[in-house]
């Protein structure tokens, strides 16, 4: 069960590697050297997008509950607890502090409803 999970996560991201000149790019950037300009690409660089294959190994790291992707806001949503995590150039972050609520909490809906 664990080889095929394995297997299916491998292929997945088979199809989102970089090209090489993009992962120097990325090195140079993260080490605080100033890539050169390409032509090609946008400010940022090109925009990556998340692949909703990888749902079927993400779970919410507080709940450990599957997670739902919304589009429309490039996030990734616990219904049940009611929070999103945000996804930045096809990266989850998944840290909890980095996750807006989508709803208010409890204490503020008993609040607003006296």
Avoid: W
Avoid at 13 to 19: E, M
Avoid at 32 to 50: I, Q, V, W
Avoid at 73 to 98: K, S, W
């Amino acid at each position: 069960m664990l080889r095929g999970a394995c297997s299916r996560l491998a292929s997945s991201l088979r199809g989102t590697r970089a090209a090489p000149a993009a992962t120097a790019q990325r090195r140079l950037h993260a080490s605080g050297a100033r890539p050169l300009a390409d032509k090609s690409e946008g400010p940022e660089g090109p925009a990556r997008a998340f692949d909703p294959a990888l749902l079927e190994f993400l779970v919410c790291p507080l709940s450990k509950k599957p997670l739902r992707y919304e589009a429309s806001t490039n996030e990734l949503i616990n219904e049940e607890l009611g929070i999103a995590y945000p996804i930045i150039d096809g990266i989850p972050n998944m840290i909890p502090q980095a996750a807006r609520m989508t709803r208010p909490n409890k204490k503020q809906e008993e609040m607003e409803q006296h």
